[in-house]
């Protein structure tokens, strides 16, 4: 694979054939051809701004919603989240929350600070970004809902203040702007409602008893069709503990695969394939998948 951006003079650092799997929670995924972790906003800015405009981007949160193609990503992958981490209260009910801050810190802070509803953020291991990306949801609650303006930049390097009406946000989907990324959200929770620790905790305790968490996933595969529940129509279907290669139908949570025993992704992606034909044959649902899929099948 060619390295691009050699020429390219950084305060940050980039890396050459970055393995994905090492930036993923399932564990998978070839090399990013160039994978560039900027040091401040001024450096990634004019780090786009030089970079040739034939070259793609990708950001990166930090890979818990994400297949990688075990040939890789071509071009460079961003990941800024150890320097998007700021997170501060703006006045009595905002609070502005850099992109790569884990969104279980943003959960746990909001609560110190007795803002709410804040807890549902606890239940997303990723980070602001990624949530923002994909409408991340749990326990009733989704991120838009609380989203009264963001910060993004520009594949040209760009700055711009934007509002929720700039986007089109659906269940576990967001379009707005094309080629541009989010660099922080300004939050606003509501007057009157006490967040809590133990309402937090609580949440936990059913994820851990209900969901595979410790082996590696991606949480749910699919997204909920209309009134009913992916799970159940894949549990119904018999595909509980179904494997291809490494990658397994968990018995714990059937809308999560796992990866079992060393698979990769071209056995993750299959096993979702197989699992959306059978559950349009025996139930007539077509389900769509939450998760995204990136990059290059391998040669
Ligand atoms: C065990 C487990 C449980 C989970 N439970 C839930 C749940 O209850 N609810 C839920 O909604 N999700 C859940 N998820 C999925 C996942 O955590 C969320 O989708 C999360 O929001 C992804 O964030 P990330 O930082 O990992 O993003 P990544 O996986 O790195 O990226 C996901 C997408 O977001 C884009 N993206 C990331 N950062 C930015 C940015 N700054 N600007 C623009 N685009 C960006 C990427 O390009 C990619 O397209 C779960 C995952 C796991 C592993």
Redesign the pocket.
Known sequence: MMAVARDIHVQGELRYGEPMSR????RVGGPAETFFLPASIDDLSAFLAELDTSTPV?????????LVRDGGIRGVVVS??KM?RKLERVDGYRVRAG??LP?TQLARQCIRWGLGPSE?FA?????????????????GG??WERVESVR?INRAGEFFQRAPSEYSVGY?NVTGPAN????EGLFRFEPGVEPSMETLNDMLER?KAT???GLP????VFRNPPGDYSARLIEAAGLKGHRIGGAEVSGKHAN?IINRDNATAADIEALIDFVRRTVLEKHGVELVH???I?GEEAA
Request: aromatic share 12%; charged share 10%.
């Open positions: 930036h993923t929670s399932w990708f950001w990166h949160g930090v890979g818990s919603n994400l800024a989240t998007l992109a790569g969104c549902f239940g997303i291991p990723g980070t602001v970004g990624g949530a923002l990306a994909m409408n991340a949801g749990a326990h989704e991120t993004t576990r541009e990324w989010f660099l994820r969901q595979p968490l996933s991606c949480g749910s999560f939450e998760v995204r990136v």
